[in-house]
């Protein structure tokens, strides 16, 4: 048996005909650039997060990038995240000038709130919490420091469509966050797409001013912006695919429960999951001192995995510039990590081929 890691062409299946139907209307339709499909997804995924608007933009990155402008983060002002995250949450911040101050992160992969206080300088405009693989920070506890200090949060949802804080989507707890619809996400384009959300209406116009060069009516800059639109073509796929999200996440749970239920091997540690019906398995990932040899035996058993991320941002040659100390969670786990397959479409007999190899391992 051979299992990938990730495979969209299984969904592509299911969907297709309502995929070439929406595609083939939005290319008869005349319109091409923000027109009915990107306004009518602006306004469903705002409403199935539980934000008043919504803004596409071209990515996930974007996203970001369009957020803190928004919020008025200037060169040096500090937005204080974690450096185990995908690359782009730094770059956006560092494409504004802004220095991402780190803080370490618990086993669970999400920021430790208990260290953020201590890392609060004058400086300090943002605070920038990443729900990594779908599990959500602790959203209540950030909400409390930010607010004691008069800080704004902004929520890196790329990886979080739909997870859940005490029956609060993520995405609905920052002044904006911030979702990206990369072919791999749980609710993926065929291409790249990001949103922006906020219930802010201010906050709201800036943005969409923003993602096109500053205008808000006609061929005037109000302010010096972007070109950061979400196309109609990946809109309408996006509305297609967001009637399926849910059913999907549960799929996935229900992986990540057969995982957590059945993989006992004293050499894997299973992921630290507070809530298995809240998080929504962008990645399942599992620890082991042992990672080379487990890849050679993925390997050898054609079994996909992916790592996320082999080294923390400060590590790396762009930024090792940047602060970095007390990041010991951070350092070890990424020599631990290992992501298994979790897509919505993995067959039973291949879930459990999977466990069954990890056991035997
Ligand atoms: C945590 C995180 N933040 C930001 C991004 C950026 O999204 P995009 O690739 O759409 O620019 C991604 C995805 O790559 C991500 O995983």
Redesign the pocket.
């Known amino acids: 048996m051979r299992v990938p890691f990730f495979n969209y062409t299984r969904q592509l299946k299911s969907i297709e005909r309502e995929i070439n139907q929406a595609i083939n209307k939005v290319l008869n339709s005349g319109r091409l650039i923000l027109g009915d499909e990107v306004k009518n997804f602006e306004n469903s995924f705002s409403k199935y997060i539980g934000v008043k608007y919504g803004i596409g933009v071209n990515?996930?990155?974007?996203?970001?990038k369009i957020a803190l402008r928004a919020l008025d983060v200037m060169p040096d002002d500090e937005v204080i995240t974690v450096s185990n995250?995908?690359v782009?949450?730094i770059s956006?911040i560092r494409e504004l000038g802004a220095i991402p101050v780190f803080i370490d992160i618990k086993y669970d992969s999400t920021i430790n709130e208990s260290k953020i206080k201590k890392a609060i300088t004058k400086k300090t405009k943002v605070i920038l919490p990443?729900h990594?693989y779908g599990q959500g920070c602790n959203m209540p506890v950030i909400l409390k420091i930010a607010k004691k200090h008069n800080l704004k949060i902004v929520e890196?949802c790329?990886?979080a469509h739909g997870t859940k804080i005490n029956n609060k989507k993520t995405g609905a707890f920052g002044h904006i966050s911030?979702f990206?619809?990369?072919p791999t996400?749980n609710l993926g384009a065929y291409g790249?797409?990001?949103i922006i959300l906020t219930s802010n209406k201010k906050l709201a116009e800036k943005c969409r001013a923003l993602r096109m060069y500053g205008m808000k009516q006609g061929y005037y800059s109000h302010f010096e912006g972007y070109n950061s639109r979400l196309d109609e073509l990946q809109a309408t796929i996006l509305n297609v695919k967001l009637k399926h999200l849910d059913k999907n996440n549960k799929k996935r749970q229900k992986i990540a429960t057969l995982y957590l239920n059945k993989v006992k091997n004293k050499k894997i540690t299973l992921p630290d999951i507070s809530n298995i019906n809240e998080h929504v398995f962008h990645l399942f990932v599992i620890r082991t001192k042992n990672r080379a040899k487990l890849i050679k035996y993925l390997t050898a058993k054609n079994i996909g995995y992916g790592i996320h991320y082999p080294l923390p941002i400060h590590k790396q040659t762009a930024y090792k510039f940047l602060e970095s100390s007390n990041l010991l969670n951070t350092e070890s786990y990424a020599k631990e990590i290992i992501s298994l397959p979790i897509f919505p479409e993995l067959s039973k007999k291949e879930v459990n081929y999977i466990i069954k190899t990890l056991n035997s391992f």
């Open positions: 990515s996930g990155t974007d996203a970001i995250t995908a782009p949450t956006a990443v990594l890196d790329a990886q911030c990206s619809f990369y996400k790249d797409a990001g």
